[in-house]
T-cell receptor, first 114, second 116 residues
Framework: DTAVSQTPKYLVTQMGNDKSIKCEQNLGHDTMYWYKQDSKKFLKIMFSYNNKELIINETVPNRFSPKSPDKAHLNLHINSLELGDSAVYFC?????????????FGNGTRLTVT | AQKITQTQPGMFVQEKEAVTLDCTYDTSDQSYGLFWYKQPSSGEMIFLIYQGSYDEQNATEGRYSLNFQKARKSANLVISASQLGDSAMYFCAMRGLAGSQGNLIFGKGTKLSVKP
C-alpha cells in the first residue's frame, strides 16, 4: 500500500531515445510534483499539477512533458534524451488546500543516459 | 525569492550524542512552513518534521526537534541520541503561501555520518 509509487526504479537508455516515468499516489492528494536531483544531490522542482492543470514549469526544456490522466497519476515523458538528463527523478504529492502539509515522495527513478 | 541555505556539507557525530544541523532561510512571505527531510543511502525522501512560521513552540517529533528562531530566520534540526541509522543526507526545505503554489524549495543538504 505504497503512498507514492513511481516506475521504473532504474532506467538506462541511449541518447536520443524517448522514455517515460510513471507516478501514482493513493493519498487522495490534489497536487503532484516532479523533482530532479542532480549528481550533487540538489533537488529542483520541475513541474507541479493541481487538479490536472499545470501550475509550475521551472524553465524545464520542452523535451520534458508531464501528463496527468487523473489527479492520482502524473507521468513524465522525456523526448530526445541527452547526457545531461542523467539524474534521479522524484515524484511527490501533497494536499494543495493544506499548504503547510509535507510533500510525500516516491522512491525515485535513477535515469542514466549513455 | 525564497532561498534555503545549509552551510554544512558534511557533519560527523558520535553515536548517542546530539547533533545540530543548520538551516537558514530567506523569504518575503509572512506565512510559510519549514520542513526537514532525510535521504538515506537507499535514496528515498523521508519527511521528518515541520515548523509553521506562526507556531510559537518549537516542533518536536521523537528524537528530532526543530530550533526555530524566526528573527534570525533559522530552523536548525536537532537530533538527540544519534543512532547509526541516522547516517544520511538531511535537507531543509521551505514552502510559502503567496505565489509558490505549494512548491518546496530545498537547501543543498548536509551529509551526516554517525560514528560508532
Amino acid at each position: 500500500d505504497t503512498a507514492v509509487s513511481q516506475t521504473p526504479k532504474y532506467l538506462v537508455t541511449q541518447m536520443g531515445n524517448d522514455k517515460s516515468i510513471k507516478c501514482e499516489q493513493n493519498l487522495g492528494h490534489d497536487t503532484m510534483y516532479w523533482y530532479k536531483q542532480d549528481s550533487k544531490k540538489f533537488l529542483k522542482i520541475m513541474f507541479s499539477y493541481n487538479n490536472k492543470e499545470l501550475i509550475i514549469n521551472e524553465t524545464v526544456p520542452n523535451r520534458f512533458s508531464p501528463k496527468s490522466p487523473d489527479k492520482a497519476h502524473l507521468n513524465l515523458h522525456i523526448n530526445s534524451l541527452e547526457l545531461g538528463d542523467s539524474a534521479v527523478y522524484f515524484c511527490a504529492s501533497s494536499q494543495q488546500t493544506q499548504p503547510h502539509s509535507p510533500l510525500h515522495f516516491g522512491n525515485g527513478t535513477r535515469l542514466t543516459v549513455t | 525569492a525564497q532561498k534555503i541555505t545549509q552551510t554544512q556539507p558534511g557533519m560527523f557525530v558520535q553515536e548517542k550524542e546530539a547533533v545540530t544541523l543548520d538551516c537558514t532561510y530567506d523569504t518575503s512571505d509572512q506565512s510559510y512552513g519549514l520542513f526537514w527531510y532525510k535521504q538515506p543511502s537507499s535514496g528515498e525522501m523521508i519527511f521528518l518534521i515541520y515548523q509553521g512560521s506562526y507556531d510559537e513552540q518549537n516542533a518536536t517529533e521523537g528524537r528530532y526537534s526543530l530550533n526555530f528562531q524566526k528573527a534570525r530566520k533559522s530552523a536548525n534540526l536537532v537530533i538527540s541520541a544519534s543512532q547509526l541509522g541516522d547516517s544520511a543526507m538531511y535537507f531543509c526545505a521551505m514552502r510559502g503561501l503567496a505565489g509558490s503554489q505549494g512548491n518546496l524549495i530545498f537547501g543543498k543538504g548536509t551529509k551526516l555520518s554517525v560514528k560508532p
